[in-house]
């Protein structure tokens, strides 16, 4: 079993985390398609049950869905009918390989110590002029909710440095307040950045 605190929470509820009544993020999504080519190629991490690399393959992309959760990923493979990757973000390897990663709600359980790491990573898998979309919580300081998942939970400052440090250059983050699968009221960043 992973040591990970949130690995362990989506290997152990994947099938309950799968049901659950869901809104796909439609506005942020049309804003990072926007901003691809047309036969883009694109990486989703932390796709869950896969419902957003679905949406993103019938808007007519080159989708490679990854979560690091195996019984997640077995999840979206059931529902998506293709090979799903089990992904952990630190092993992210790929270079100049997308046009644009797709992270809703995942980077945020990467332990502190690791996102820029993480982050940088991120940016060597992309292509020049790729996009990045990426969602986390924000306010208070990191550690694990009341599910047992980590969150690092940063500030709108330290996202843009991290972003910055990482080679990005159009960086936009948005503060929304909104909800969550815990059922707290969360307030989350919405990040969209890019490469030269």
Known sequence: MSRDPSLRFYDEYAEV?????????????TRFVERLPADARILELGCGAGDDSAALIARGFDVTPSDGSAAMAAEAERRLGRPVLVLPFQQLAYVAEFDGIWANAC?????????????????????????????FKTGGGEGLDSLGRYYNRPSQEELHALCIAAGFVDIEIETV??????????????????LA
């Not at 985390?17 to 999504?29: F, K, N, T, V």
């Not at 359980?109 to 992309?126: F, K, M």
Request: proline share 8%; glycine share 10%; net charge positive.
């Open 17 to 29: 985390y799968a049901a659950r009544d869901r809104r796909l993020p439609e506005r942020q999504m």
């Open 107 to 135: 980077l945020l359980h990467v332990p502190r110590r690791d996102l820029p790491d993480v982050i940088g990573r991120v940016a060597r898998a992309l292509r020049p002029a790729g996009r990045l979309y990426a969602s």
């Open 177 to 194: 307040s909104g909800g969550a699968f815990d059922g707290e009221p969360t307030t989350w960043l919405y990040l969209h950045a890019g």
